[in-house]
């Protein structure tokens, strides 16, 4: 998937050096909202976790992906639909963009691609951003690229490992056809 400064695509083994470091890149600034984030995050895990991508994809059972400039390929982050519930054609997108790259509409940019591939790729209707409470850089991605804030489920993730509440937001086909705010 292709947009004006995004590419988006299945991880290939030789992107684990470039994830890797930009997984340090953002844990060293203290991400809070994901915690499987370190400093010193093995280039190994990374090669693992990108080969289980791979694998899940293959099987339908998750697409996470890279996003990468679309100009000179620089890895910038990742975006996932998993938690797929193909009886009701529904899933989660989540998102991360390494410190160095956010700020720019990266990841609005990539949660739209996102978005239109699961409706019209994989023929999902609805797609749920479950996004800490306070959260407030990435609730502003998910608002920019149209979704429709829900509610505030109380206790929904984890904060440093405590549970925080969480705001909701949808996106279906038709939040795409509106202007982005």
Same mark, same amino acid.
Request: glycine fraction near 6%.
């Given at each position: 998937?292709?947009?004006?400064?995004?590419?988006?695509?299945?991880?290939?083994?030789?992107?684990?050096?470039?994830?890797?470091?930009?997984?340090?890149?953002?844990?060293?600034?203290?991400?809070?909202?994901?915690?499987?984030?370190?400093?010193?995050?093995?280039?190994?895990?990374?090669?693992?976790?990108?080969?289980?991508?791979?694998?899940?994809?293959?099987?339908?059972?998750?697409?996470?992906?890279?996003?990468?400039?679309?100009?000179?390929?620089?890895?910038?982050?990742?975006? @996932?639909?998993?938690?797929? /519930?193909?009886?009701? &054609? +529904?899933?989660? $997108?989540? #998102?991360?963009?390494?410190?160095? =790259?956010?700020?720019?509409?990266?990841?609005?940019?990539?949660?739209?691609?996102?978005?239109?591939?699961?409706?019209?790729?994989?023929?999902?209707?609805?797609?749920?951003?479950?996004?800490?409470?306070?959260?407030?850089?990435?609730?502003?991605?998910?608002?920019? @690229?149209?979704?429709?804030? /829900?509610?505030?489920? &109380? +206790?929904?993730? $984890?904060? #440093?490992?405590?549970?925080?509440? =969480?705001?909701?937001?949808?996106?279906?086909?038709?939040?795409?056809?509106?202007?982005?705010?």
């Amino acid at each position: 998937m292709r947009g004006k400064h995004v590419l988006i695509r299945p991880y290939l083994p030789s992107d684990a050096v470039a994830h890797a470091a930009a997984v340090r890149e953002t844990a060293i600034s203290g991400c809070r909202w994901l915690d499987w984030m370190e400093e010193d995050y093995p280039e190994e895990e990374s090669r693992s976790w990108l080969a289980l991508s791979q694998a899940a994809i293959a099987k339908n059972i998750a697409f996470d992906m890279g996003i990468f400039a679309s100009q000179g390929g620089e890895f910038l982050g990742a975006i @996932a639909i998993n938690r797929i /519930e193909w009886n009701y &054609r +529904a899933a989660n $997108l989540g #998102y991360w963009i390494k410190d160095s =790259a956010s700020g720019k509409g990266i990841a609005t940019e990539a949660v739209r691609l996102m978005a239109d591939y699961a409706f019209n790729a994989l023929q999902l209707n609805r797609l749920e951003l479950v996004i800490a409470e306070e959260n407030f850089a990435s609730r502003r991605v998910a608002e920019k @690229a149209g979704a429709q804030f /829900e509610c505030l489920a &109380r +206790a929904r993730v $984890l904060d #440093y490992g405590k549970p925080c509440h =969480a705001a909701i937001y949808s996106l279906i086909g038709d939040d795409l056809l509106q202007p982005q705010s």
